[in-house]
């Protein structure tokens, strides 16, 4: 089994990450040095004993945003049951407790509420374009691997980000967040601020484009 190790000033803790059967890194390393190893950025964030991270993978911004914030229990969510092991592996290497839930989005989650949900969910929702990215970035989307491919980037008719947001302030506490970390040329914030609503959620859109880069963004949904 193909194994990294994270250093401790990614975490503050070294970790291994599983990177067999075409499972990688995703997008958690990206966005925490992208957007949440800025303090200002997250002094947006407020949990005070409890995170989640649905479509955790391994579960760099939960275990990032727990060590950070100094909180109780981090809960990792995923459709992929092999994500379970590395997680389950990692409980000895930190100071917080950990669970995992196999699910896609709430559907077969019925733990507690948690401050925080941080996510990078699929964020393609055609097959159209998940062949182009595929075809784009082989190295990540091996065609070896479509089945786990699909399972990371594919949100068929954005079917996901429905469910999710039909139920998610449901396992939120009072003015509870969510962090959605997207790609605006797949997937606009405004598509997800409008499946949220704005009679629950208040919201806070960071972008940061540099020439070159993809149009990955923050969104921020604040639980009224």
Do not use: W
């Amino acid at each position: 089994m193909e194994k990294i190790c994270i250093e401790p000033d990614y975490l503050g803790c070294k970790f291994e990450i599983n990177l067999a059967n075409g499972m990688h890194q995703g997008g958690g390393q990206l966005f925490i040095q992208k957007f949440l190893s800025d303090p200002d950025i997250r002094a947006l964030l407020t949990p005070t004993s409890t995170i989640m991270e649905m479509c955790c993978g391994y579960g760099g911004m939960g275990y990032y945003l727990a060590n950070k914030f100094n909180l109780e229990k981090a809960v990792f969510i995923d459709i992929d049951p092999e994500v379970e092991e590395g997680i389950n592996s990692n409980k000895s290497l930190v100071k917080f407790n950990t669970e995992f839930h196999l699910s896609s989005a709430f559907n077969n989650y019925f733990g507690s509420k948690v401050d925080l949900i941080v996510l990078n969910p699929p964020h393609v929702t055609t097959e159209e374009d998940y062949i182009k990215c595929q075809e784009n970035s082989p190295e990540y989307f091996p065609i070896k691997y479509d089945k786990r491919s699909r399972l990371i980037l594919l949100d068929q008719d954005f079917k996901f980000h429905k469910d999710f947001c039909r139920n998610a302030s449901n396992f939120l506490t009072d003015k509870g967040q969510i962090a959605f970390f997207e790609n605006e040329t797949f997937i606009p914030h405004q598509r997800i601020v409008e499946e949220l609503g704005h009679d629950k959620y208040s919201y806070q859109f960071i972008q940061k484009i540099e020439p070159g880069d993809i149009e990955y963004y923050l969104l921020i949904a604040t639980k009224k």
